[in-house]
């Protein structure tokens, strides 16, 4: 169907048509807020970026020098010049996956309590309450896990090397069952710095997966209870389904966190450099404890060393990370919102 | 959602004589019916007696963890035989996914519980102290008793370099969430990606950042004013990020009712976007600003501890309460952690505070609105 207007008989002299602008422009304020947002914008990139380039540039004189020994070496002894952080890398992952083997099922029961089963009322609270434990300084969380876990989570240790040693994760150089068993052996492991890391992945993780939980679409749930489903039914045919980006997402971001946690793991564990898996014995390393514990008597050299230790865990987190936001993305909709 | 109504039933129009339907009750889904509620009590009761009977009596093992582990267990295969006697299969995994669940709650309730309990306990004995708010540590070895010393600069230092972080974080955090939500543009896309890496900055990278910059490339000294720098660095990327999570769920209807009556974007972005999204900002506020206040491993390195009381960011190292507890507690004696204790519970208090009054802010605002 075509549109006919009314043409006006033509003219004899036609006048050359300027097309009306339709476009007026911005107006000057916002002339200026558009230029000093975009100026914000570029500053913040510029710095922020420069961090990362940084770091990376800094990196090259070492790799240079120690070339792949740099990853495979284990001692960090730089007045012998031996220096290399694979045994700093294995510890460093131990202890986050650590945090996330405790703190990925309750964050999920947690997010879960709070969608779906907590009263209404309390509904609120608990959120808070999350939003509280995320709150609390790591410095804390060190305190607790030194002074108040580490006692009596050593028992806990001996007992699961007593009877799961057959996994060497679980084995501990000294015998278990001795009448007087060697109490020392079991602290400042990297069992214990993970638990208590554990505390501060679990409100980040348990954050993102409420939020994906709370968004499961209505319809759907009242679908499946008009269906017969009781609640755990709606819940794995539901919410569980609607919510899978966020609750890989949400891990991942905890273990973004928990690679890069510096002071309750400084806290806690015994600087050692070992290659070794038993989670449960004493003494490990993580690259951010190393860098605090080594960059005060640093040379310009060891310092880019330190530096190069840092990038090469920024380059593992910034990798976690990125994957979690396209997890977390895909079930965010917040720009198609409308009233 | 409560309950589920169902649409009324049609009775089929064949029938010669209509017959009244039953009354359609909707379905209750959150009470728990009697069979629930006792099944629960009775499972709960009897695997404490057999658990109680077994762990104590006739295996005599010892230790609480090792009891509740036993008695979760216990009550779990309890319940789940107890309900399957009257139930189907469905009602049975119900249940035990509600159980798992709520004691999951539990345990995470008892872990921050007890890390807030503890480190309150803990702090009470230097807290009762006066002095331990109006003394700095100068002079003061870690063995001296707690009628000495205080920790009066480590609050000071937080004060000053949180203050100074967020003076410089908050414009830059916000005025980038504005610019990658309001402003179109390629670059827009880069900054929000790059913001976004660094979130993943691990904490002690900003420290070590400001460090290998400032102090060791360009010679200023270790003072507060540089911790500061280093906490403002590590906020950057937490604010702009939470903000714009909060800008973008502004509906889109209200900027264009602010532009359609003729406003500029400006004012609508100030009048409209911001006063909207306030409480989401003010969350994204105190998101970064508990992170810095608690933040240890950037002032360490950029900053170090020290023992005095010191206003002035730009002169000589400045201590703070995360950094004084460290080096507190790792000195290892009785006072000294004593102390740590007490400036934790500070910490905690200074925390806490800052959460309450954004909620109370955020809350009032919108009440207002």
């Known amino acids: 169907m075509t549109v006919t207007t009314a043409a006006a008989p033509a003219p004899d002299v036609v006048p050359d048509d300027e097309p009306r602008i339709l476009d007026p422009g911005l107006a000057r304020t916002d002339r200026v807020f558009h230029n000093v947002a975009r100026a914000i914008g570029v500053f913040v990139l510029v710095l922020t970026g420069s961090i990362g380039l940084f770091l990376g540039y800094q990196a090259i004189p070492t790799l240079r020098r120690y070339g792949l020994s740099f990853f495979t070496e284990s001692q960090w002894e730089p007045e012998r010049d031996v220096i290399g952080i694979s045994s700093v890398l294995l510890g460093t992952l131990e202890v986050a996956l650590v945090a996330l083997v405790v703190a990925f099922p309750l964050a999920l029961a947690l997010a879960l309590y709070i969608s779906e089963y907590a009263p209404p009322k309390l509904k609120s609270t608990c959120v808070s309450l999350v939003d509280l434990m995320a709150a609390v300084p790591s410095i804390v969380y060190g305190l607790w896990g030194f002074f108040l876990l580490q006692p009596n989570v050593i028992f806990l240790s001996r007992w699961l090397s007593q009877h799961l040693a057959f996994l060497p994760i679980f084995k501990v150089d000294t015998d278990p069952n001795a009448a007087v068993w060697a109490q020392s052996r079991y602290t400042a492991s990297a069992f214990i710095a993970g638990l208590a890391v554990a505390m501060m992945v679990l409100p980040l993780a348990c954050a993102v997966m409420r939020g994906v939980f709370a968004a499961a679409p209505i319809g759907e749930r009242e679908a499946a209870f008009a269906l017969g489903a009781t609640r755990w039914g709606m819940i794995r045919s539901v919410v569980l389904p609607f919510g899978r980006g966020g609750i890989i997402g949400g891990t991942m971001l905890g273990l973004g966190r928990a690679l890069g946690e510096t002071v309750a793991v400084l806290l806690i564990i015994s600087p050692a450099f070992d290659i070794k898996f038993h989670i449960l014995e004493v003494g490990t390393q993580t690259t951010s404890a190393l860098i605090a514990g080594r960059f005060g008597e640093a040379t310009a050299s060891q310092l880019s060393a330190l530096l190069t230790a840092g990038f090469v865990l920024f380059v593992i987190t910034l990798g976690v990370n990125t994957v979690a936001a396209v997890f977390v993305g895909r079930s965010r909709s917040g720009a198609s919102t409308e009233i | ?369």
């Open chain 2, 1 to 369: 959602m409560a309950t589920i109504t169902e649409p009324p039933n049609v009775a089929p129009p064949s029938l010669a004589a209509p017959v009244e339907p039953p009354r359609e009750r909707p379905r209750a889904i959150r009470t728990r019916t009697l069979d629930e509620l006792s099944s629960l009590v009775g499972s709960l009761a009897g695997s404490l007696a057999l658990v109680w009977l077994v762990f104590e009596r006739i295996l005599a093992w010892s230790g609480t963890l090792g009891f509740l582990v036993c008695w979760y267990v216990a009550f779990l295969a309890l319940f789940a035989a107890v309900t399957a006697m009257s139930n189907p299969r469905p009602v049975v995994v119900d249940r035990l996914a509600s159980a798992t669940v709520h004691v999951a709650a539990l345990i995470v309730a008892v872990a921050l519980g007890s890390t807030l309990l503890y480190t309150m306990w803990q702090g009470i004995p230097a807290l009762l102290h006066l002095n331990f708010f109006s003394q700095d540590m100068s002079g003061i070895r870690p063995t001296d008793p707690l009628t000495q010393g205080g920790v009066l600069h480590a609050i000071v230092g937080t004060l000053i370099e949180v203050a100074i972080a967020v003076a410089i974080s908050l414009p830059l955090g916000i005025g980038t969430a504005v610019y990658m939500t309001e402003v179109d543009g390629g670059l827009s896309r880069t900054v929000r990606t790059v913001v976004e890496a660094m979130t993943a900055l691990p904490d002690i990278l900003a420290g070590l950042f400001i460090y290998t910059t400032l102090i060791v490339a360009f010679g200023f000294p270790r003072t507060g004013l540089a911790a500061a720098l280093a906490l403002a660095v590590t906020m950057i990327p937490i604010i702009a990020r939470s903000a714009e999570v909060v800008l973008r769920v502004v509906p889109g209807g209200l900027r264009e009712a602010g532009l359609a009556l003729g406003a500029s974007q400006w004012a609508t972005v100030r009048r409209v976007v911001l006063p909207t999204a306030k409480a989401g900002l003010a969350t994204a506020l105190i998101l970064g600003m508990a992170r810095a206040v608690g933040e240890t491993a950037p002032v360490l390195i950029a900053s170090g501890a020290s023992t005095f009381l010191n206003f002035n960011p730009v002169e000589d190292p400045m201590n703070s309460l995360p950094l004084f507890i460290y080096t507190a507690v790792r000195s290892g004696e009785p006072e000294a952690i004593s102390r740590g204790f007490g400036a934790a519970t500070l910490l905690l208090g200074l925390v806490l505070v800052l959460f309450v009054v954004t909620r109370f802010l955020a809350r009032q605002k919108v009440g207002r609105r």
